[in-house]
């Protein structure tokens, strides 16, 4: 049941010559995430699970008190008369109860503006499809004599929002994640996939899991297809060395027609140093095969004896047209230089010291992406003509 939800919802102040079914306006509103109607009742308002839903109500007078009543859908027809004519439009046997009674707390009042806002979450895990409907009631001195009016009643149904799945520490080799579970899967380069293994590393890949922690371009080239935001030496850190480590997957379905699916790589320790933490994210724009990746303004480079790999490619040894691997390419300077790559071609940069055993150029690469945002943006991702534009 929406409980949460209808706690906050307040009536509007209407004339004494109108029922519940009426438009919002100045003196009677409201509007649960914008939903205003017609058609009256209102019906089928989607509330996302595990996202804020913006309340907003307004009167025509300051600290009206107000009562909401819930049940489990709305009245079949036209609604029950009370009040004076006011049409009742919730079913009172299916369930129904009082929520929030403002004629006995004056908690519940439309406050000195006049307006009542709120904004609140339905639980993660409410089942897509569950439904309310809620019918308020306010005091209205200009609707005697029963000095009350009724809102528009409001039909609430839960759409698919947000699911957060924490994957287990330990484990720096990789975890599946199953894309068909929500209905999609993610075309990258030249491929479709129902899957895709998250490393603790800093990395995600495809068609098998990665515990390589010691990136190199020609790794990159010949391995799996792989995203990489800050492919590192990255260890899970525990409680005790402060913040402990986590990866969380969050899967967006809130606008059916654009999910995304982001990967947070939080507070990552650095291998033989926990006290050096790294915050990390991508976004799969599913829709579109778009690429986002995101670092914290904190997330700074790590111990010379490591080093950071940054960017998207096909893997497998798959080469542009040319028959070349492309060169590596300065990300940070994508928003204002923006590169567009070929078919089967990597966008990437390697970052470390010189000197260092693991990174053998000859002068170093500073890392500089901490607190950047880097779009990879697909053009016919899933086909044999995919490519990337970086921005």
């Known amino acids: 049941r929406l409980t949460c939800v209808l706690v906050v919802c307040v009536a509007g102040l209407v004339s004494p010559a109108c029922y519940a079914q009426q438009p919002n306006s100045p003196s009677a509103s409201l509007l649960i995430t914008g939903a205003a109607g017609p058609p009256y009742p209102i019906t089928g308002v989607s509330a996302a699970s595990g996202l804020p839903q913006v309340i907003l109500v307004g009167s025509a007078t300051a600290n009206a008190p107000f009562a909401v009543v819930l049940a489990a859908s709305l009245l079949p027809g036209p609604g029950v008369p009370v009040l004076g004519g006011q049409l009742l439009d919730v079913d009172l046997t299916s369930g ?33 499809g569950t439904q309310a409907a809620l019918q308020a009631a306010v005091l209205d001195p200009a609707n005697p004599p029963w ?9 609430v149904l839960v759409s698919p929002g947000l699911t957060i799945v924490e994957l287990p520490t330990g484990n720096n080799g990789g975890l599946p994640f199953d894309f068909t579970p929500f209905g999609f ?10 899957q895709m293994f998250v490393n603790g590393n800093g990395n995600i890949t495809f068609t098998a899991a990665s515990g390589a922690f010691a990136p190199t371009p020609l790794l990159f080239q010949t391995a799996q297809p792989r995203i990489a935001p800050m492919w590192t030496d990255l260890v899970f850190a525990p409680a005790s060395s402060g913040s402990p480590s986590r990866i969380l997957v969050t899967v967006d379905q809130s606008a059916p027609a654009t999910p995304s699916v982001t990967v947070d790589w939080v507070d990552m320790a650095e291998w033989g140093f926990v006290g050096m933490r790294h915050s990390f994210r991508v976004r799969l724009d599913v829709s579109t095969g778009n690429i986002i990746v995101s670092h914290d303004p904190f997330n700074g480079p790590v111990v010379p004896q490591l ?15 040319t028959g070349v691997f492309p060169p590596q390419v ?10 567009l790559g070929t078919v089967n071609g990597a966008l990437w940069e390697w970052f470390g010291t010189a000197g260092n055993p693991f990174f053998p150029f000859p002068a170093t690469n500073f890392w500089d992406m901490a607190g950047s945002t880097t779009q990879f943006v697909a053009i016919g991702a899933g086909t044999p003509s995919a490519q990337y534009q970086g921005m």
């Open 96 to 128: 129904a109860w009082l929520t929030v009674n403002g004629f006995v707390d004056p908690v519940w009042n439309t406050g000195p503006s006049a307006q009542f806002a709120a904004s609140v979450a339905v639980p993660l895990g409410t089942p897509p």
């Open 330 to 339: 300065n990300l940070s300077a994508l928003p204002t230089a923006p590169i």
């Open 147 to 155: 000095n009350v009016t009724l809102t528009a009643a409001t039909q």
């Open 307 to 321: 080093t950071q790999f940054m960017g998207i490619g096909p893997g497998q040894n798959l080469l542009p047209p």
């Open 185 to 194: 899967t993610f075309s990258f380069y030249t491929a479709t996939y129902t």
